[in-house]
């Protein structure tokens, strides 16, 4: 089987999503669940805990990468950078809101920093130098962007960007977008944990497990099984 048939299968997924929407639009009885706000998940984080909100391509990896990342204690599948009207999986897989598939990740810092998060967020979850796209999916809900919860981690991201263009680690520039966190919204259960429960989908062994692979290769101080 091809690299081509291998990565059909998330855009199958999300086909179907769109056939579902175009159902439930078509029914008038459905019509209301759509109208009904997303609920934005704290993101306060516990006592002793923060929160970082990252996005690069399917959330799927992401949120597999962050969870064997030592002091992370959690982390949920979502979109961010949109309104709560909108955070639906059929609508933004379409492409037909400003959200971007995104994690949030509830870390100890005292475990981890958040730059060490960057650190893995830059070099093994995603490649921050494609605009709008992400491997093989393509769309602005596929962007590379830091949802950043106060102007420290503002700041942070900003000079290690900054670093990262300098020493010229990457080929082109970085076009990671900065944006102020003003809502997450997790998604549905069929998409938490992904990767754990379907490590055998075509496409997550493609495109989202040599992260894994990379990631203890290149942070062995940070992998956890």
């Known amino acids: 089987?091809?690299?081509?048939?291998?990565?059909?299968?998330?855009?199958?997924?999300?086909?179907?999503?769109?056939?579902?929407?175009?159902?439930?639009?078509?029914?008038?009885?459905?019509?209301?669940?759509?109208?009904?706000?997303?609920?934005?998940i704290s993101t306060v984080a516990?006592?002793?805990?923060?929160?970082?909100?990252?996005?690069?391509?399917?959330?799927?990896?992401?949120?597999?990468?962050?969870?064997?990342?030592?002091?992370?204690?959690?982390?949920?599948?979502?979109?961010?950078?949109?309104?709560?009207?909108?955070?639906?999986?059929?609508?933004?897989?379409?492409?037909?809101?400003?959200?971007?598939?995104?994690?949030?990740?509830?870390?100890?810092?005292?475990?981890?920093?958040?730059?060490?998060l960057l650190h893995v967020y830059f070099l093994v979850a995603h490649d921050p130098t494609q605009l709008n796209r992400q491997g093989p999916d393509s769309g602005q809900q596929y962007r590379s962007a830091i949802f950043f919860a106060n102007d420290q981690q503002k700041q942070v991201a900003q000079e290690y960007i900054a670093q990262l263009n300098k020493s010229q680690i990457f080929p082109q520039q970085i076009v990671t977008q900065l944006a102020p966190l003003q809502g997450f919204y997790q998604a549905a259960a069929y998409h938490q944990n992904y990767i754990a429960r379907h490590p055998g989908n075509p496409y997550v062994v493609v495109n989202d497990l040599p992260k894994l692979v990379k990631l203890q290769a290149q942070f062995p101080n940070l992998y956890k099984n």
């Open 1 to 40: 089987m091809s690299i081509h048939n291998f990565t059909l299968s998330r855009h199958l997924i999300r086909n179907l999503s769109i056939i579902s929407l175009t159902v439930v639009l078509l029914c008038g009885a459905s019509l209301v669940i759509l109208r009904t706000p997303a609920t934005d």
């Open 46 to 116: 516990p006592q002793g805990k923060q929160v970082a909100v990252f996005a690069g391509g399917c959330y799927w990896g992401m949120e597999a990468v962050f969870e064997h990342v030592k002091g992370v204690s959690d982390v949920v599948s979502g979109f961010s950078g949109g309104s709560a009207k909108t955070a639906n999986y059929g609508l933004v897989s379409a492409g037909l809101t400003n959200h971007a598939e995104s994690v949030k990740i509830t870390y100890d810092p005292s475990l981890i920093s958040y730059s060490q």
